[in-house]
């Protein structure tokens, strides 16, 4: 039977499997009864109201609240089951690109970078050198990588958070807002991005409020509301 | 410009080092001191101590040979630190001369007895083990009598178990304040990077991959904290052997290396332990706990 529901889960290919899931941060209930299947490869958008639960809906996903009842599997991990020591294993599965950037401010974008891939067990050193030039490279941001955080603008650091987010190859990657602080254009080509990240079999799921660019790049949109989740048609928005 | 802000920034890390390294070294310079003054009073004690003994009256007429065989005898015991002969002669002499009198002719013999000193070792030094002593030493076919100063004993006795309970506590109440500064002041150079190790944790490092630099760092501001200690230390002890005309005796060089080793590990394990927690407090909390 056991080995049957592998082979289910197989052919469905999910990398993100959310079954009757509830979620309490802080003993105020963020979901409840929450169903959610994404495949391999597959590019989602996930919008809502500020407050509605969409930046607690990805730090579930990268276990950072954890799931009260239910079943969540992630990239084959068991959220439910998932002590604290293996979630540091578990994150190098995800590519993070946080809200408000989360890079090291007491160094440069090349030593934030260094450090990730060494943090995971990167050791050579013209390998660490060459995956962190090609991922400048991808968010066009070549020139800052000895600045620090702090002399970058906005948007730049939010490149610099998206190319971190890179750097492993994750089977997922999750963005809250990756294109809050930028302009138009540049939200243009990081979602064109991300979108070619996603055809290559990555697992993209954004959080954002940027219709535009959901207009834009038309993709399977899911919406935060009442403790828990709808599919919308992105016509309809 | 970057080279000049990067500057600023290495400037800033290193000045909020040098202040965690100064106090630590202060701190590690009082047990230092401290210790040094613990293990110095203790000598200081024993040397008290082992002047005092007690004095043996030898019977009078008995042929030097025996006495000096009886001297022997008592310096092979252990509670012997050195033994001094007087012979009749001497105490007569001594006698004579603080009298200003010549008793001897007066009265046209010398009543006084040939007598041996006993200084004790420190351990024995007190009345209980003295009384055995001397119980046991007066039924010496060569022994008149047996004399020690009994009140004197007992109060130097107590004096020096309570000075040195007084500073015992004292120690041990400062090294709980040492203690409590150092973790301290390390704590909240750690608590000023929690985001930096939140972040760290989730980008995927683990917890010892993070820990590691911080360790590594702990470890030089031990080290760095407990040379400048010795230092200060040094100083210090010039200072007193220059102020107490030698009266207190701090040139003792294993003593003082003793110290200095002990500085060292506490210095080292300290900023150790201290960061190794505060580090695993902030890997632990979720986002909400770091803001609160």
Redesign the interface.
Known sequence: MEKYTNFQEKINNNVIEIQNASVY??EHKVFENLNLNISKGEFVYLIGDTGSGKSSLL?TL?A??RVSSGKIIIADTNLNEIK??A???F??K?G?V?QDF?????R?IYENLK??L???GWKKKEEINERISEVLTSVHLENVK???PH?LSGGEQQRAAIA?ALL?RPQIILADEPTGNLDPEKSDKIIQLLKEISSRGTTVFIATHDYLIIKKHKARTIKCVDKGIIEVDINTI | MTKHKNKFLKRKIWSSSVSVVLSLSLVLFVVGLLSLVLLNSQKLSNYVKENIGFTIMLKDSIPQVEEMTFRKELEAEPYTKKTKYISKQQATEKLMKDLGEDFVSFLEYSPLLPSIDVKLNADFANTDSLEKITIKLSKNPVVFETYFQKDLLKKLNSNTKRLSFFLLIFSVLLFLIAFALINNTIRLSVYSKRFLIKTMGLVGATNNFIQKPFIIKSIYQGVYSSIFAVFMLIGAIKLIQKETLKILDVSDLKLIGIVFVLMFLIGILLSMASTFFAVKKYIKLTDDQLYN
Do not use: C, G, P
């Open positions: 941060q802080n730090k990268y950072e609240i604290h020591k979630i540091a294993k994150r190098r995800l993070i946080f989360q890079l090291l401010t007491d440069t450090f990730v060494k943090a995971t000895d600045k620090t002399q971190r492993n």
